[in-house]
């Protein structure tokens, strides 16, 4: 054996020895480390945790609207006309005959009533006149004014807890909002307590009719409802008697929308008064006359016809966001003198509320509370 040999061998067994050379069978498995692995399945993203938000970023419910607020806005249209008016007339002149002339213009079309606008130009042309004035000052003699007129008629409509069902007829042309109203007027009532009971004597319309059962679903009074034709004084009749066993404390009556020119109808209207008088003497105890703004002068007329017919005690006035003409409500209440129970200005339960001379003048003149 050569040199080399022996020194490859010697090399060999050293390493053998250290077991740097070992290596696995030729056939042998791999170890479980060397094996192959199945795919990992994937992992989950880990939870993250949730942010937390302040407060200050939590959207929050849109506060409710005062009455106030919803007053001003449903009479914006009438108080930016008249606000409009004034100051265009009183920004460029000083007062004098012609600007008189132009204001009482400028009142009378917004239906404040011939009476009313003189008594305000009037109030304004004293001790101002040949003078400059400022618009502002002109838009608070017009609330004082209107207030004056409003005030003796600003009454809330008193229930009489000694007549028990109290009655309230509800009466007026259609289109008027006078089975929104009743439904309004019940949902008040059952806020305070009070035991309701709604009659639909409208029985010319199958709507009115399906209308006052609804209300009578979202407020929990009950309604007295019969077909569509059905003979309105008999149902004012059984809805009166039925109150009376069941212990109910208000009443409230819907009757057709009377066209003031149709004398049956109207007649119809009378006949249901005298059929509940023989159940109570002192029924209806309150007769209530839904009025529309948007009809201008013309609801001046329904105050002359059903205050004939049906004996109206109060007013309710409706739609006074529908129109840029709501001093029809100072003009009816400068004519007749009747008691304002509440004012509408909305769709909503809580946009028809008692009615307050102060805050209605101050609105309509565009004025702060």
């Keep these: ?22 290596q696995p069978e030729p056939h042998a498995p791999p170890s479980e480390a060397e094996a192959p692995q199945p795919p990992s399945p994937p992992q989950e993203a880990p939870p993250q945790a949730v942010p937390q938000t302040s407060p200050e970023a939590t959207p929050q419910p849109a506060p409710r ?57 009037r109030s304004i042309a004293e001790g101002r006149y040949d003078k400059a004035i400022d ?12 207030e004056a007129v409003l005030a003796p008629v600003a009454h809330p409509l008193a229930v009489d807890a000694g007549r028990k069902p109290f009655v309230i007829l509800m009466v007026g042309v259609n289109g008027s909002g ?12 059952r806020a305070e307590g009070r035991k309701v009971m ?21 407020t929990g009074a009950a309604v ?33 929308g ?11 209207l009378e006949k249901v008064v005298r059929v509940m008088k023989k159940l109570d003497e002192t029924a209806p105890h309150a007769v209530l006359l839904v009025l ?28 006074l966001d529908g129109t840029a003409r709501g001093g029809i409500l100072v003009s009816i209440a400068a004519k007749f003198g009747l008691p304002v129970h509440f004012i509408g200005v909305g769709e909503g339960v809580e946009d028809l509320e008692p009615f307050t001379a102060r805050d209605f003048a101050r609105a309509i003149a565009g004025l702060e509370a």
């Design 224 to 256: 007295i409802a019969r077909e569509q034709g059905a003979d309105a004084a008999g149902l004012a009749f059984d809805a009166l008697s039925e109150a009376r066993a069941s212990g109910t404390d208000v009443v409230l009556v819907d009757t057709a």
């Design 178 to 189: 006078k089975t929104t109203t009743i439904g309004k007027l019940a949902a008040k009532f």
């Design 65 to 121: 609207r005062s009455w106030w607020q919803r007053l001003k806005e449903g009479l914006a249209r009438t108080s930016s006309s008249l606000g409009l008016g004034i100051t265009e007339l009183f920004s460029k002149r000083r007062l004098d005959a012609a600007t008189i002339d132009d204001l009482e213009d400028i009142l009378i079309q917004a239906d404040l009533g011939i009476e009313t606008a003189a008594r305000i130009t």
């Design 258 to 268: 009377r066209l003031q020119n149709k004398a049956s109808l109207m007649a119809e």
């Design 1 to 22: 054996m050569s040199d080399g040999d022996k020194d490859k061998r010697g090399m060999l067994a050293r390493l053998f020895r250290r077991g740097e050379t070992a």
């Design 292 to 319: 529309d703004a948007t009809t201008g002068q013309n609801a001046v007329n329904q105050v002359e016809i059903f205050g004939k017919t049906a004996g109206v005690t109060g007013l309710v006035m409706t739609k």
């Design 135 to 146: 618009p502002e000052e002109v838009k608070a003699v017009l609330a004082r004014e209107v």
């Design 198 to 218: 709604l009659a639909a004597g409208d029985t010319f319309r199958a709507a009115a009719i399906e209308q006052l059962k609804v209300w009578g679903e979202r």
